[in-house]
């Protein structure tokens, strides 16, 4: 069984490498999806795979890489086609 979830990820998370983190921890688990900025300042994240690997990232997305400061991070079930792999945009 396949789950996906969209993410919108709130605080310092941009100029700090967390989509480039997101990529390489979503790859380590198997999960694929993408991460991308937004104009205000928060980054849009999709992830699809395994149950237990999209929890995984969820949690994750919480700590982020060293730089990064999450105040929130907002999850909701979603219908999106995942692409192939993890990317970044």
Known sequence: MS??????VHGRVQGVFY????????QRHGVNG?????????VEVLLCGDPDAVGHMKAWLWQGPPSAHVSEVVCHLCDDEAPTGFVTK
């Open 34 to 42: 993408y991460a991308r900025n937004l104009a205000d300042g928060s």
């Open 19 to 26: 989509r480039a983190s997101t990529q390489q921890e979503a």
């Open 3 to 8: 789950l996906c979830e969209k993410c919108i």
